[in-house]
């Protein structure tokens, strides 16, 4: 079994910056992929960014240029610095784990979610 536990959600103004952080733990694979997603209220859950293991990262459009994503596969904890906030980033935050085991077999995991809200 894996946990998640993300932290650094919060309130902030337009054009400021917050940092999230999720930390895994449990049976973690040295493959793994670790991601951040968001949904909005009223919308489909969407990539917000991804890292793999060996460090290979992916973006989603909308925040190409404000967000990186980094890892500590030491700590197996992620991090996803948001600069530049819009009032549109406004969402919950989830981290997701997706591990490839050698056995060929892949299992993801959720975290519970944390809340960014961006003021005008």
């Known amino acids: 079994q894996v946990q998640l536990v993300e932290s650094g959600g919060g309130l902030v103004s337009a054009g400021g910056s917050l940092r999230l952080s999720c930390a895994a733990s449990?049976?973690?694979?040295?493959?793994?992929?670790m991601g951040w997603y968001r949904q909005a209220p009223g919308k489909q859950r969407e990539l917000v960014a991804s890292?793999?293991?060996?460090?290979?990262?992916n973006y989603g459009d909308s925040v190409k240029g404000r967000f990186t994503i980094s890892r500590d596969n030491a700590k197996n904890t992620m991090y996803l610095q948001m600069n530049s906030l819009k009032p549109e980033d406004t969402a919950v935050y989830y981290c997701?784990?997706?591990?490839?085991?050698?056995?060929?077999?892949?299992?993801?995991?959720w975290g519970q979610g944390t809340q960014v809200t961006v003021s005008p």
């Open positions: 449990g049976s973690i694979s040295s493959r793994n992929v």
């Open positions: 890292i793999t293991s060996g460090g290979s990262t």
């Open positions: 997701n784990i997706l591990l490839r085991w050698s056995t060929g077999r892949e299992y993801d995991y």
